[in-house]
């Protein structure tokens, strides 16, 4: 069964998106809204004040460095998946840059050892190389260096989005660090921290399982360390999150283990912030079914759509059936399967309605891709108490073209 990861929106939330003028916005167009964002990343610092840990961005969710000045005044830096995320965070964020990578090239080693705080390396094999390059540059100070773990304790539903699952690459279990250590016991002298990244859009019942597995698994090389990473996919924005829980599940940590501790969500940052307008091409009709074919496209600017998969939510539309008109919304790539779902609507739609999809902020424009030449959506955003409407980017034919030349 497919999973639907996003989360109801209150009232409050849906008239704030609502308040976007949708017939200003550049179709296809994500607009994301910066009042939302704002209220997400004051709680994210709340929660961060009442803990005492450090909450970074995790860029491969969310990377509109446009908003980037507004979410440095609440998170204390950004969490990035290898040198070009790194080099966007060095540039556009200015706050502390922690890079994390299942392989670091040489060459990406050597450009981050300049700037990133902490690099993260994925197996003891690529510790040892990044213990060496640093050696062989005696004097140059290297970010600090960390290890991820795989506390084994799978707490997801979705195998594609766990790192947990039997065979995962993602992580060092624990027989395999006690093999490393076998031939290298010295290996772990130079580690700062640890790092696990297990959880995906969850609340924090399934951060307390894994820490648990993760303190009985890696107890005995704990106390060395000056930092601990949860990684991401904490729901922390989500409407009914157990913040308390949370809270208390960091607090206790704390007591337990000195040293920072860290949390790099990516959608908990950006959730119910951000829409995706487009505009209707052509309605046709085929074995019964009403067929709308719209100027953006599931493949191209919101694959996981196609890939967790999930139905992405339409407002004013409901579930087949709810309204009156029914129809199957499709996208302008000639992939066949390019079909974001069924939805019915109380009024007929027409050619150049807009369409607007909701929750269209995280793990979009991260994604998009030009495949078939369709054209990258604009990227906009909406400040209710300022400038209102502002269009950052727009994409063409040479965005397209540059990346085949």
């Not at 007591?255 to 505009?279: D, F, M, N, S, W």
Request: proline residues 6%.
């Amino acid at each position: 069964m497919a999973q639907d990861p996003t989360p109801p929106l209150t009232e409050e939330r849906l008239a704030a998106l609502a308040a976007i003028p949708f017939d200003q916005v550049p179709s296809p167009g994500f607009v994301v809204h910066l009042g939302r964002l704002q209220e997400n990343c004051a709680l994210l610092q709340s929660v961060a004040d009442n803990a005492d840990v450090n909450i970074l961005l995790a860029l491969k969710g969310f990377a509109c460095f446009a908003t980037f000045p507004l979410i440095a005044r609440y998170l204390k830096g950004t969490t990035s998946s290898g040198l070009h995320e790194a080099l966007l965070a060095r540039d556009h964020f200015h706050g502390e840059v922690h890079v994390y990578s299942p392989a670091f090239k040489e060459a990406d080693l050597h450009a981050l050892f300049s700037f990133a705080h902490s690099l993260v390396f994925n197996s003891p094999a690529q510790l040892a190389g990044g213990l060496a390059l640093a050696a062989a540059q005696p004097g140059v100070e290297r970010p600090e260096f960390g290890l991820r773990l795989n506390p084994e304790c799978s707490t997801g539903e979705v195998d594609l989005y766990d790192p947990c699952a039997a065979g995962s690459r993602l992580g060092t279990t624990k027989t395999a660090l006690l093999k490393a250590l076998e031939s290298n016991p010295q290996l772990l002298d130079a580690v700062e921290g640890f790092h696990f990244h297990t959880l995906c859009e969850q609340d924090a019942d399934a951060l307390e399982v894994t820490i648990k597995a993760f303190e009985e698994k890696f107890a005995q090389w704990l106390p060395q360390r000056k930092w601990f990473n949860f990684g991401g996919g904490h729901h922390i924005t989500r409407p009914g999150y157990d913040i308390e829980r949370l809270l208390r599940i960091l607090r206790e940590f704390r007591q337990r283990h000195a040293g920072k501790l860290y949390l790099e969500p990516g959608e908990a940052v950006a959730l119910h912030t951000g829409v995706l307008v487009t505009t209707v091409l052509d309605i046709l009709e085929n074995d019964g079914e009403r067929l709308v074919i719209l100027d953006t496209s599931a493949t191209c600017h919101m694959p996981d759509v196609l890939e967790m998969p999930y139905r992405p939510r339409i407002l004013n539309a409901g579930e087949a059936g709810e309204f009156e008109h029914n129809y199957r919304l499709g996208g302008l790539s000639c992939l066949a399967g390019d079909s974001i779902g069924i939805y019915s609507f109380a009024e007929a739609l027409r050619i150049g309605k807009r369409i607007v999809f909701l929750d269209m902020a995280h793990y979009t424009m991260v994604k998009t891709t030009t495949f078939n030449g369709v054209p990258l959506p604009s990227i906009c955003t909406f400040d209710p108490q300022g400038e209102g409407l502002k269009v950052v980017r727009r994409f063409d034919h040479s965005d397209y073209a540059a990346r085949l030349s």
